[in-house]
């Protein structure tokens, strides 16, 4: 086994202990085990892990053990999810940022891969702002795809390729997990959206009722028996994996490697500029 000098759960206590002086950015990766479509497995925290952990080794930073497990209340009717309670998913969070700043780390990222958890971290890091006066930071990976990244990978399909259940986990997945995605439950045809109250569904969060959005506490198979919240799988690829990966990869490292010259207690002052 190869030791990692970015990753955490490689290193020994005196290994990391070394390592405080350098004062170095942390990153918490984030998941979940939930369904993710008839094609592709329910532990989608191993890619979050992934992509953490190759942006800590480019940016000399240090990837946390992922948080496997994450709120989300609309997958608990598909079997083998393991969703967290929402006081649940909070407390443990604050209590991994606690571990690093006990110990003088300040400079932490929150590495979210799982959409539904950014609520109830925005209430951790408000409430560690308040009570320790220190900013972490939190990133939606999949969300932070610019259109333009979009655009060039799928081309015409962009829109059709993206939601739960299609893009960007499944081509991530085939890029960073050959062979994990079942290509024989890929391209099978999609399945209706089903109404509730007579109403159309905007999965998994409601409903549309004369053009305006109605909440409803909705399960995932509730509104659609294969788990696919919106877009075509069929258009995922390894090669746009990669694409999608390279991108984030190069973009956490650089956010990284600008956040460890921030002062986390005062984000009015801008770091100086490095030519």
């Not at 571990?99 to 951790?124: E, K, M, W, Y």
């Not at 659609?224 to 919106?230: C, K, Q, V, Y």
Request: hydrophobic fraction near 40%.
């Amino acid at each position: 086994m190869t030791r990692r000098r970015h990753a955490l759960q490689d290193l020994t206590w005196l290994e990391f202990r070394d390592r405080l002086a350098q004062e170095p950015v942390i990153l918490l990766p984030l998941g979940s085990q939930e369904e993710q479509g008839p094609h592709a497995p329910m532990g989608d925290y191993v890619l979050a892990e992934q992509v953490a952990l190759m942006a800590a080794e480019r940016a000399e930073a240090i990837c946390a053990p992922v948080l496997p497990f994450g709120h989300a209340e609309f997958f608990r009717g598909a079997p083998g999810g393991i969703q967290l309670r929402a006081a649940t998913f909070q407390m443990v969070l604050e209590d991994m940022i606690g571990a690093f700043l006990d110990h003088g780390l300040t400079r932490i990222v929150v590495c979210n891969g799982h959409t539904t958890n950014g609520p109830l971290i925005s209430q951790v890091t408000h409430k560690i702002r308040r009570e320790r006066g220190l900013v972490v930071p939190s990133v939606n990976l999949w969300r932070a795809l610019p259109e333009s990244e979009w655009t060039r990978l799928h081309g015409e399909s962009a829109s059709r390729a993206r939601g739960h259940g299609a893009d960007p986990l499944t081509s991530v997945y085939m890029h960073l997990m050959p062979g994990s995605i079942r290509l024989d439950r890929l391209r099978q045809p999609p399945v209706k959206r089903k109404p509730s109250f007579g109403l159309a569904s905007v999965p998994f969060s409601g409903v549309i009722f004369n053009s305006g959005g109605v909440d409803l506490p909705l399960d995932a198979l509730e509104v659609a028996d294969n788990g696919i919240g919106s877009g075509d799988p069929s258009c995922a690829s390894a090669e746009i994996g990669a694409g999608m990966v390279e991108w984030l990869v190069e973009w956490l490292a650089a956010f990284a490697t600008h956040f460890r010259r921030c002062d986390p207690r005062n984000p009015a002052i801008a770091p100086e500029v490095r030519t």
